[in-house]
Structure formats: structure tokens, C-alpha cells
């Protein structure tokens, strides 16, 4: 085998794509089944089909990895691949930030009857536009009710915040201590992100919990309950796979995996922590403070 | 540069059974997967549109109901924009964009397979959506594949299956795109500039960009549909604050350069086909580059010229109005490189060729009625009119599908290792421009006349151009098994192709994919060549 500067490995035939597809058929169908009225024994089926994949295609990677069939040329193809799928769940998020500028300065203004189509407020006579949006065009009759109160930008946000912000911290110094090969500040900085990354899980579950419970603010309340919950919940879910991500790139980390020069599994995951980190600020800018 | 390619196991031909095709890593093998499976749901969406100008061959209720006949108009576009043009075009991208740049494979060949068989589940939810209202599924999906908000809220189940569609489709030509993309940057053979490559490859570097800019983004829309269908958001009802025209601006920003999404890789093959048989290089090569670019950035900025009559402000539909007459330079530059390629050139007119002088002037076509449908005041009357139907169909149509049909003819021969019968493909060329021209032609004039799209039953006075469309629509349709038999045929014997396959390709088009044997070897570059 050469491992020469241009030298490309390619993998041979394997089972895992297929397995993947179909899992991911099988999951979604699940979902449709449940959305009507369903059970969810099929999403299960399709979860545990999905985690299957995962292990048995990353337990290959990793073995390819391990045995250095990565050559520089192979590394480059990952990087980039990691880039332009993180490029892709920007304009993910793009879509949500959009529509809540949509809903917040446009079209909740023609709800109140600005510009220039005249009175849109014929149906809603006495609606007035405000955000965050409270009292709803219809008084909360019918499909939607209405919030007690909005969620505040100071206490489990505001802790959140810095949560995420001290996690990108110590991944960095994580990272540079694999780049040193300084072991315990691997371990440590890399263990403490995980953990901050679970903190950050349970405090958004409770806001959750005292928001559904205590303001009365759920998906149902209307735009401002709904692009919150959309929002948070969407940057949510990718913690939750970050952290997921994070902590067996800690278990790898303890297997003595990563070394100073190679370890793109490591800082493929730390970008996409990055990544999640910056969603975040764009939230607590645009839905809880401003 | 030394032996490059490692494999793990050393065989050289290709793997036997069906193991070969369902865990398949190999671009040439994963290519013909796509494009058997683009033929497969072509004869399904084409069937659908049989059905749909069966029914309009006369005024009144002949064969389906008003809701199916909906729910048809819905599916055929889903299928033909999702489940045709793009596979096509992804598998053309599979084969061709290695063999040009001289890379042994794709960059990553496991994801490339998954991207494949991500397209049969998802064919298959799409279908299930059709079937599930004659089982107690509710509503059938009666949208248009615009799918907007407040009836795709009322539809029933088929409208999740639908949805999960759009993001399993969308899964499947991120991950495509995410892989086309690092291919050309990352595997292109020692000497293979940039502004070396074959303008096919060009095509499909802006096409992925752009897939990887707009899936996205309707993939957050149609969640937001599931959530207001499901859980109680108010996205797209007013009642909660929210706005179904917001979601009309997520389907157009994704919509709009969906249209280039299906149209460029075409382009792309028109700059390899035309200078072939015109034995001359392309004229302007960098003017097409930097060309598509424009088409990139002025495409995601257009969208709203499908929504001028939901009441946006004078200043915004007139921005919007400006924007999208801008984008004919780009488009009109692109036609002009073609024609001054033609000028001069000692032109023969083998099948693909025949398609891309077709394509030259019936695009051409699309280009106009693009441009009055751009004006504001004009696009109040025509918009949802069977004017806008024949717009897109003459923009799509030639635009995407006979780019597509030139682009088999044209490399058949390298995939398969013999010639097609050329009498019978200049039969299916006249054959399926006549009963096109004879489908969409007349529905210029029923439009103008105010003929609504979407629509079972229609006044009798558009009778005569219904009756024509239907006509050509069903030449249309059975001009398609003839090209079913000459591929068949083709694929198994004929005349040997040489390695060059066409005479003019040394001159208009030289590139790598000549110097392999036709058929090439299962594995190919598996030492990079070196590019003057
Ligand atoms: C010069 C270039 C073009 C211009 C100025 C243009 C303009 C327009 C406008 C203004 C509409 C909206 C009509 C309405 O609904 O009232 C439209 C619709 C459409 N165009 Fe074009 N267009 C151009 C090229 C293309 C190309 C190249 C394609 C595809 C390859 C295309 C595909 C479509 C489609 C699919 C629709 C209809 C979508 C629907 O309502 O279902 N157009 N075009
Ligand atoms: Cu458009």
C-alpha cells in the first residue's frame, strides 16, 4: 500500500448505506403512522435500525481509520464533506430565523393593519401587533390559547448562554491539548464539555416543563409559542446529537484513539459544537432578549 | 505522480450477484442505478400525465374525479422534478464527472450509495400518498406540488407521506450534492485546473451549491406544515399571528433556483454536445462560467415573481419584477455561446445534436414567455393560467429532459461500449418534438385566452387547443417506448463504439472520458493521469 501524498482509499462494497436508507424509510413511515392517530412501534423499529447503522458504520470508519488507510488526500474529502454539511444545516436554520423576521416585521404588522394594503385587520378588528405576541388575533378562541406570559432573556436563558460559551471554551482547550499531547487537559476539557452539554439538555428541558406548565406558553400559543419552540427545539435536538457526538469522540479520546497530528473525528465534531454554539447566540439574541 | 488507488480488496472486475448493486461503492454502477431508476419513474409520471389530458380532451368529468385528477396534477410534477430530472441528472453526474476529472471514484463512494437508495423509499412514500385516500387516509392531496398552506393543511395522510417525501428526497441530493462537490474540488487529476474543466462539471459544481443552499430551506418549511398540521403551531394561519403567504416565500426561495437545479446540469451537457458535433471548441467557455455564476446569485434573489399577485407592496414586486428580468442576460448569454459556437463549425447532425438545436430554439421560447411573465402588470392576468403551464413545460421539457435525452445519446455509447441506431433516434427526435411542440404550443393561446391551470373541467370555448394538446400529448407519451427500445436495444449489441466514440470529440469536447475504453473497466484513473 502507498501512502503517498495522492494516494485515495476506496472503501469496498458495504452493507451500511442500504441499511441506512431503509432505516430511515422505516422510521419516517413510523412517524406518519403516529402523526394519524398511530402507534409508534414502527418510528422504534426504525430508531433502533438507525443506531444499529451508526455503530456498525462508524465502528468501520474508526477500524479504517485506526489501520491509516486516511491518507492526507482522504482526510481533505472529510473535511470538506463535514464543511458543506454544516453549510447545509446553516441554511437549515436560515429558514426558521427567516420566517421569524417574516412573521415579527412584516406580516404581523398587516394583522394590525399597516401599509399599504389598507385595513388587514378587518376580520380582527380590535388586534393590535406587539411582540412578543401575547393576546392573539381571535382572543384565543377556537384552535389556539393564549400564553400567560413571554419568556424572558434573564435566569435559565441567560445560564444557558454561558453554559454553551464556557463549553466551546473548553473544547478548544481540549483540542489544544491533543495538539500538545498534553493528556489530562485532553480528558478534562474534553469530559467537562460533554458534561456542560447534558447541564445545557436538562436546564432547556425544565424551561420547557415551566414554560408548559407555569406561563401556559406551548405550541399552541399562537406564532410567538410557536417559533420558539420551533427555534429552540431545532438547536435543541442538535445539542442533544452534539453532545451524543461529543462524548463518543470522549470515549474514543480515552481509547487513546486521537493523536496530535490526526484526530479529524475530534475536530470534525468540535466545528459542528462550534456551529450549535453560534445558533444559539443568534437565539438568545433575536427570541429571548430582543 | 505514482500508483494512487488502494483497495481493499484487490479483484479488479466488477462483484457478481445482487450485492454488486445493493452495497455497491462504485460511481459507474451507482450512475446506471440512477438513471435506470429516472427511466422507471418517468413512465410512471408520464402515465399520469396520459391520464391528465385523457381527462382534458373534453369539457366536463370524463375519467377521475376533481380531487384525484388534483392529486395526479400534484404527483406527475412531484415525480418529474424529484424523481426524474434530478435523479437523471445525478446519475449523469456519477458517471461522467470522474471519468472527466481523472478521479478513481467518487470522493466518497459509501454516501454516494446511500444517496441512491435513499430514491426507491422515497418513490414509494410518493406513491403511497396517491393510495392511502381510497383507504380511509383522508383528504387527497389536491395542492399542486406548490403545496400551499391552508388546503395542504386539510389534506389527509397522503400530505405527511408527502412531506416525509420531500425531506428523504432532500436528504438524499444534500448528501448527492455534498458529494459531487468535494469530488470536484478534491479529486480532480494532477493538471486539472479549474477553469480546465469540462463545462458539464462546471453545471454540476453550481448545482450542487445551489442544492445545498435551498433543500434546506424547504425542508424547514414542510416541517413547519407537519407542525401546524400536527401540533398545533399557527405557522400559516392568521387566526395564531401567523401567515400562509410566509410559507408561499419558503417554497419559492426554494423553488425558483430549483428551476435552475434542473435545468444547469442540462446546460452543462449542451457545452459538451455542441461543440462536438460543430467541431469547434465551445466559444466563451469563461463567459458560461462566470455566466452561471450570475444564474446563482441573481436565482436566489427572484423568488417572488410566483407570488405577484398575493398583494406585496408596489416597491417589492417591482424589485422583484427587475430581478428576474436581469436573470435573461445570463440566460440569453448562454443561448448566444451556443450559437457562435454553431458559427462556422462544419456541424453534422447525429441525435444528440439534433436535441441540442432543439433545445437552442425551444428553450428560446420558454425565455420569452419568461420575460412577459416577469412584467407585473402582464403576469396579474396570465399567472395560474395554462400560459404559465406552457412556460414551464417548454422551460422544462427541453430545458432539463432533452438536455437529458441528448446527454444519453451522447454518451450511450461510452456507457454501453456500442452505437444506438441512429435512424431510430432521429425517429424519436422528430417523433417527440412534434407531439411536444403539438402538446404545449396550443396552450399558449388557451391561456392568453384565461384558461385556469389546475382545473378538471374547463368552457368550451378552449375545446380546439385541448383537443390538439391532448393529441400531442399522447404522441408524446408513445414516442417514449421507442426510446425505451432503442436504449434496450443499444445496451445490448450494436455497432462497436471506438474509445473516442465521435469523430468531433478529439476537437469540440477532448477530455479524459475519451482516453478510457468504451465500456471503461469497472474501475477506472486507479493511477491519476496527468493533464496538460
Ligand atoms: C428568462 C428566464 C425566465 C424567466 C424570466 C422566468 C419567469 C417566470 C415567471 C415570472 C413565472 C411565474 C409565472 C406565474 O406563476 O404567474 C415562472 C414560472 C415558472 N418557471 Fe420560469 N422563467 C424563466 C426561466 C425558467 C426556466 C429556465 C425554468 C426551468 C428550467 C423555468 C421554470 C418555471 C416553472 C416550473 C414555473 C412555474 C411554477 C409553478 O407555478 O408551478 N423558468 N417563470
Ligand atoms: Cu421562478
Given at each position: 500500500?502507498?501512502?503517498n501524498e495522492?494516494?485515495?482509499?476506496?472503501?469496498?462494497?458495504s452493507?451500511?448505506?442500504?441499511?441506512a436508507a431503509?432505516?430511515?424509510?422505516?422510521t419516517?413511515?413510523?412517524?406518519?403512522f403516529w402523526?394519524n392517530g398511530g402507534?409508534?412501534?414502527?418510528?422504534?423499529v426504525?430508531?433502533i435500525?438507525?443506531?444499529?447503522?451508526?455503530?456498525g458504520?462508524f465502528?468501520?470508519v474508526?477500524?479504517?481509520s485506526?489501520s491509516?488507510?486516511y491518507?492526507?488526500?482522504?482526510?481533505?474529502t472529510?473535511?470538506m464533506g463535514?464543511f458543506w454539511?454544516?453549510?447545509s444545516?446553516?441554511?437549515f436554520f436560515f429558514?426558521?430565523?427567516g420566517c421569524l423576521?417574516y412573521?415579527?416585521?412584516?406580516?404581523l404588522?398587516?394583522?394590525?393593519?399597516?401599509?399599504a394594503m389598507?385595513?388587514?385587520n378587518?376580520?380582527?378588528?380590535d388586534f393590535?401587533a406587539?411582540w412578543?405576541?401575547?393576546s392573539?388575533?381571535?382572543?384565543?378562541a377556537g384552535?389556539?390559547?393564549?400564553?400567560?406570559e413571554?419568556?424572558g432573556p434573564?435566569g435559565?436563558p441567560?445560564?444557558?448562554?454561558l453554559?454553551l460559551l464556557?463549553?466551546?471554551?473548553t473544547?478548544?482547550?481540549?483540542?489544544h491539548g491533543i495538539k500538545s499531547?498534553?493528556?489530562a487537559?485532553?480528558?478534562w476539557?474534553?469530559?467537562?464539555?460533554v458534561?456542560?452539554?447534558?447541564?445545557?439538555?436538562f436546564c432547556q428541558a425544565?424551561?420547557y416543563y415551566?414554560?408548559y406548565v407555569a406561563?401556559g406558553l406551548?405550541?399552541?400559543?399562537g406564532i410567538?409559542?410557536?417559533?420558539?419552540?420551533m427555534?429552540?427545539?431545532f438547536?435543541?435536538f442538535?445539542?442533544?446529537m452534539g453532545t451524543?457526538?461529543l462524548?463518543?469522540v470522549?470515549?474514543r479520546?480515552l481509547?487513546g484513539?486521537f493523536?496530535a497530528?490526526n484526530?479529524?473525528a475530534?475536530?470534525?465534531?468540535?466545528?459542528?459544537w462550534?456551529?450549535?454554539?453560534v445558533?444559539?447566540?443568534g437565539?438568545?439574541?433575536?427570541?429571548?432578549w430582543? | 505522480?505514482?500508483d494512487?488507488i488502494?483497495?481493499?480488496?484487490?479483484?479488479?472486475?466488477p462483484?457478481?450477484?445482487?450485492k454488486?448493486?445493493?452495497?455497491s461503492?462504485?460511481?459507474?454502477?451507482i450512475?446506471?442505478?440512477y438513471?435506470i431508476?429516472a427511466?422507471i419513474?418517468l413512465?410512471?409520471?408520464g402515465a399520469?400525465?396520459m391520464?391528465i389530458?385523457a381527462?382534458?380532451w373534453?369539457?366536463g368529468?370524463?375519467?377521475?374525479?376533481?380531487?384525484f385528477?388534483?392529486?395526479l396534477?400534484t404527483?406527475?410534477?412531484?415525480?418529474?422534478?424529484?424523481?426524474?430530472v434530478?435523479p437523471a441528472?445525478?446519475?449523469?453526474a456519477n458517471?461522467m464527472?470522474?471519468?472527466m476529472?481523472g478521479?478513481?471514484?467518487m470522493?466518497?463512494?459509501r454516501m454516494n450509495?446511500m444517496?441512491f437508495?435513499?430514491l426507491?423509499?422515497a418513490?414509494?412514500m410518493?406513491i403511497l400518498?396517491?393510495i392511502v385516500?381510497?383507504f380511509g387516509?383522508?383528504?387527497t392531496v389536491?395542492t399542486?406540488w406548490?403545496?400551499?398552506?391552508p388546503?395542504?393543511i386539510?389534506s389527509?395522510?397522503?400530505?405527511?407521506?408527502l412531506?416525509?417525501t420531500?425531506h428523504i428526497?432532500?436528504v438524499?441530493?444534500i448528501m448527492?450534492?455534498?458529494?459531487?462537490?468535494?469530488?470536484?474540488i478534491n479529486?480532480?487529476?494532477?493538471?486539472m485546473?479549474?477553469?480546465k474543466?469540462p463545462?458539464?462539471v462546471?453545471?454540476?459544481?453550481?448545482?450542487?451549491l445551489?442544492?445545498?443552499?435551498?433543500?434546506p430551506i424547504?425542508?424547514g418549511g414542510v416541517?413547519m406544515?407537519?407542525f401546524?398540521?400536527?401540533f398545533g403551531?399557527?405557522?400559516?394561519?392568521?387566526?395564531g399571528?401567523?401567515?400562509p403567504?410566509?410559507?408561499?416565500?419558503?417554497f419559492?426561495f426554494?423553488?425558483?433556483?430549483e428551476?435552475y437545479?434542473l435545468?444547469?446540469?442540462?446546460?452543462?451537457?449542451?457545452?459538451m454536445?455542441?461543440?462536438?458535433?460543430?467541431?469547434k471548441p465551445?466559444f466563451?467557455y469563461?463567459?458560461l462560467?462566470?455566466?452561471?455564476a450570475?444564474?446563482y446569485?441573481l436565482?436566489?434573489?427572484?423568488?417572488?415573481?410566483?407570488q405577484?399577485?398575493?398583494g406585496m407592496?408596489?416597491?417589492?414586486t417591482t424589485y422583484?419584477m427587475i430581478?428576474t428580468?436581469l436573470?435573461?442576460?445570463?440566460?440569453?448569454?448562454?443561448?448566444?455561446n451556443?450559437i457562435?459556437t454553431?458559427w462556422r463549425g462544419?456541424?453534422?447532425?447525429?441525435?444528440p445534436m439534433l436535441f441540442?438545436l432543439g433545445?437552442i430554439?425551444?428553450?428560446?421560447?420558454a425565455?420569452?414567455?419568461?420575460?412577459?411573465?416577469?412584467?407585473?402588470?402582464?403576469?396579474?392576468?396570465?399567472h395560474?393560467t395554462y400560459?404559465?403551464v406552457?412556460?414551464?413545460?417548454y422551460?422544462?421539457?427541453?430545458g432539463s429532459?432533452?438536455g437529458?435525452y441528448a446527454?444519453?445519446f451522447f454518451?450511450?455509447?461510452?456507457w454501453?461500449?456500442h452505437?444506438?441506431n441512429?435512424?431510430l433516434?432521429?425517429?424519436?427526435?422528430?417523433w417527440?418534438t412534434?407531439?411536444?411542440n403539438?402538446?404545449f404550443?396550443?396552450?399558449?393561446?388557451?391561456?392568453?385566452?384565461?384558461?385556469?391551470?389546475?382545473?378538471?373541467?374547463y368552457n368550451m370555448?378552449?375545446?380546439?387547443f385541448?383537443?390538439m394538446?391532448?393529441?400531442?400529448?399522447?404522441?408524446f407519451?408513445?414516442s417514449?417506448?421507442?426510446f425505451l427500445?432503442?436504449?434496450?436495444?443499444?445496451?445490448?449489441?450494436?455497432?462497436k463504439a471506438?474509445?473516442e466514440?465521435?469523430?468531433?470529440?478529439s476537437?469540440?469536447?477532448a477530455?479524459?472520458?475519451?482516453?478510457?475504453?468504451?465500456p471503461?473497466?469497472f474501475?477506472?484513473?486507479?493511477?491519476?493521469p496527468?493533464?496538460?
Amino acid at each position: 500500500m502507498t501512502s503517498n501524498e495522492d494516494s485515495y482509499y476506496l472503501p469496498d462494497l458495504s452493507k451500511w448505506p442500504i441499511i441506512a436508507a431503509t432505516a430511515i424509510f422505516v422510521t419516517l413511515l413510523g412517524v406518519v403512522f403516529w402523526v394519524n392517530g398511530g402507534s409508534l412501534w414502527l418510528t422504534g423499529v426504525g430508531l433502533i435500525g438507525m443506531a444499529y447503522m451508526f455503530y456498525g458504520w462508524f465502528s468501520v470508519v474508526i477500524e479504517e481509520s485506526r489501520s491509516g488507510k486516511y491518507t492526507p488526500k482522504v482526510d481533505r474529502t472529510f473535511r470538506m464533506g463535514m464543511f458543506w454539511f454544516i453549510t447545509s444545516e446553516v441554511f437549515f436554520f436560515f429558514c426558521f430565523f427567516g420566517c421569524l423576521f417574516y412573521l415579527r416585521t412584516i406580516s404581523l404588522g398587516w394583522l394590525g393593519g399597516e401599509g399599504a394594503m389598507g385595513r388587514s385587520n378587518m376580520l380582527w378588528d380590535d388586534f393590535t401587533a406587539a411582540w412578543p405576541l401575547i393576546s392573539l388575533p381571535n382572543g384565543g378562541a377556537g384552535l389556539y390559547t393564549e400564553a400567560k406570559e413571554a419568556m424572558g432573556p434573564m435566569g435559565l436563558p441567560l445560564a444557558n448562554t454561558l453554559i454553551l460559551l464556557t463549553s466551546g471554551v473548553t473544547l478548544t482547550w481540549s483540542h489544544h491539548g491533543i495538539k500538545s499531547g498534553h493528556r489530562a487537559q485532553q480528558v478534562w476539557g474534553l469530559g467537562l464539555t460533554v458534561m456542560l452539554g447534558v447541564i445545557f439538555l436538562f436546564c432547556q428541558a425544565y424551561e420547557y416543563y415551566h414554560a408548559y406548565v407555569a406561563m401556559g406558553l406551548t405550541l399552541n400559543s399562537g406564532i410567538y409559542g410557536a417559533t420558539f419552540y420551533m427555534l429552540t427545539g431545532f438547536h435543541g435536538f442538535h445539542v442533544a446529537m452534539g453532545t451524543l457526538m461529543l462524548f463518543v469522540v470522549f470515549v474514543r479520546l480515552l481509547k487513546g484513539h486521537f493523536t496530535a497530528e490526526n484526530h479529524f473525528a475530534f475536530e470534525g465534531v468540535a466545528w459542528y459544537w462550534h456551529f450549535v454554539d453560534v445558533v444559539w447566540l443568534g437565539l438568545y439574541l433575536f427570541v429571548y432578549w430582543l | 505522480m505514482s500508483d494512487a488507488i488502494t483497495h481493499e480488496a484487490h479483484h479488479h472486475g466488477p462483484p457478481t450477484g445482487a450485492k454488486r448493486w445493493l452495497y455497491s461503492t462504485n460511481h459507474k454502477d451507482i450512475g446506471t442505478m440512477y438513471l435506470i431508476f429516472a427511466l422507471i419513474m418517468l413512465f410512471i409520471g408520464g402515465a399520469m400525465a396520459m391520464v391528465i389530458r385523457a381527462e382534458l380532451w373534453m369539457p366536463g368529468l370524463q375519467l377521475v374525479q376533481p380531487d384525484f385528477f388534483n392529486n395526479l396534477v400534484t404527483n406527475h410534477a412531484l415525480i418529474m422534478v424529484f424523481a426524474v430530472v434530478m435523479p437523471a441528472g445525478v446519475g449523469l453526474a456519477n458517471w461522467m464527472i470522474p471519468l472527466m476529472i481523472g478521479a478513481p471514484d467518487m470522493a466518497m463512494p459509501r454516501m454516494n450509495n446511500m444517496s441512491f437508495w435513499l430514491l426507491p423509499p422515497a418513490a414509494c412514500m410518493l406513491i403511497l400518498s396517491m393510495i392511502v385516500p381510497f383507504f380511509g387516509g383522508g383528504q387527497t392531496v389536491n395542492t399542486g406540488w406548490t403545496l400551499y398552506p391552508p388546503l395542504s393543511i386539510q389534506s389527509g395522510m397522503g400530505m405527511d407521506l408527502l412531506i416525509f417525501t420531500i425531506h428523504i428526497l432532500g436528504v438524499s441530493s444534500i448528501m448527492g450534492s455534498i458529494n459531487i462537490i468535494t469530488t470536484i474540488i478534491n479529486m480532480r487529476a494532477p493538471g486539472m485546473t479549474m477553469m480546465k474543466l469540462p463545462m458539464f462539471v462546471w453545471s454540476w459544481f453550481y448545482t450542487a451549491l445551489l442544492l445545498i443552499v435551498v433543500m434546506p430551506i424547504f425542508a424547514g418549511g414542510v416541517t413547519m406544515l407537519l407542525f401546524d398540521r400536527h401540533f398545533g403551531t399557527s405557522f400559516f394561519d392568521a387566526a395564531g399571528g401567523g401567515d400562509p403567504v410566509l410559507f408561499q416565500h419558503i417554497f419559492w426561495f426554494f423553488g425558483h433556483p430549483e428551476v435552475y437545479v434542473l435545468l444547469l446540469p442540462s446546460i452543462g451537457v449542451l457545452g459538451m454536445v455542441i461543440p462536438t458535433f460543430a467541431r469547434k471548441p465551445l466559444f466563451g467557455y469563461k463567459s458560461l462560467v462566470y455566466g452561471m455564476a450570475a444564474l446563482y446569485g441573481l436565482g436566489l434573489i427572484v423568488w417572488a415573481h410566483h407570488q405577484y399577485t398575493i398583494g406585496m407592496s408596489i416597491e417589492t414586486t417591482t424589485y422583484f419584477m427587475i430581478g428576474t428580468i436581469l436573470i435573461s442576460i445570463p440566460v440569453g448569454l448562454m443561448i448566444f455561446n451556443f450559437i457562435f459556437t454553431l458559427w462556422r463549425g462544419s456541424i453534422t447532425f447525429e441525435t444528440p445534436m439534433l436535441f441540442a438545436l432543439g433545445i437552442i430554439v425551444m428553450f428560446s421560447f420558454a425565455g420569452t414567455t419568461g420575460v412577459m411573465l416577469a412584467v407585473v402588470p402582464a403576469d396579474l392576468q396570465y399567472h395560474d393560467t395554462y400560459f404559465v403551464v406552457a412556460h414551464f413545460h417548454y422551460a422544462l421539457i427541453p430545458g432539463s429532459l432533452f438536455g437529458l435525452y441528448a446527454a444519453v445519446f451522447f454518451w450511450l455509447p461510452k456507457w454501453t461500449g456500442h452505437m444506438y441506431n441512429e435512424r431510430l433516434g432521429k425517429i424519436f427526435f422528430w417523433w417527440t418534438t412534434i407531439g411536444f411542440n403539438l402538446t404545449f404550443f396550443p396552450q399558449h393561446f388557451s391561456g392568453l385566452a384565461g384558461m385556469p391551470r389546475r382545473i378538471v373541467d374547463y368552457n368550451m370555448i378552449f375545446t380546439e387547443f385541448n383537443v390538439m394538446s391532448s393529441v400531442g400529448a399522447f404522441i408524446f407519451g408513445l414516442s417514449h417506448l421507442l426510446f425505451l427500445y432503442i436504449i434496450i436495444k443499444t445496451i445490448k449489441g450494436g455497432e462497436k463504439a471506438t474509445d473516442e466514440v465521435w469523430e468531433g470529440s478529439s476537437i469540440g469536447c477532448a477530455g479524459l472520458e475519451w482516453t478510457v475504453p468504451s465500456p471503461p473497466p469497472f474501475h477506472t484513473f486507479e493511477t491519476a493521469p496527468q493533464v496538460k
